[in-house]
């Protein structure tokens, strides 16, 4: 089974019908969303009616978690209070309706997909977490993978639990990870950061998305190049925050 993992598209609906067009390339059996898909962009009710007309199951994420609670506004800065407040204006009742119902993770056999940080957080940003909250969280995992966003920035996270015992070896591991594939080690479990569809923060500004192949048991990550200076356009038209424009290039 392979499937595709997406996230943090926020609004830029140039870029996700790029990484979907790959995506159908691609002959994958499933694709889900791990939330975000508004806040930032110029176009958020674009992009979930193309997530409702795809069927893609997606999680809710932070910027989802405003819409169904705007008192989770408080928890943004001064900008992206602005940029949100911005986003709801711009959705229809529908597309609110429909990401109030966001749940806050799915599973999938023995994969876990969450916005944050598992078990279900969609504000727990990975760099926040230390070595000893891991390795907790690691332990009492039942999944084998946990898939997250968030940070906009890929890297994987594994755990080897029969390191504990020999103090000469890391039981967690850190890297990250670039455009290819990756294998995976059977004994191990792992989190994923998937990196981000719509604004990317690791330096290239490509979106970013992997395929999961559970046969082959390997993660590969796929850059897919857009037309920023479009998306940059329609950030300014709608009257959104320059910084988000700016963070594109």
Known sequence: MKIAVISDIHGNLDAFREVLAD?????????ISLGDNIGYGPEPEGVVRLIRKRKIPSVMGNHELVVADRRHLEWFNPIARKSLQKTISMLSNDSINFICGMKPYILCKKYRFVH???PDSPTTY???VSEEKLQEV???MKEEICFIGHTHEL???GFDRRAISHPDEKAITRTPMHKGITFLYDEKKYIINVGSVGQPRDGDNNSKYVIWDTLNYHIEVKYIPYDIATVVNKIFKAGLPKAHANRLW
């Open 23 to 31: 995506i159908d390339r691609s002959n994958v059996d499933a694709i």
């Open 116 to 118: 944050g940080f598992p």
């Open 126 to 128: 990975l760099f926040h």
């Open 138 to 140: 690691f332990e009492q």
């Open 155 to 157: 890297e994987i996270i």
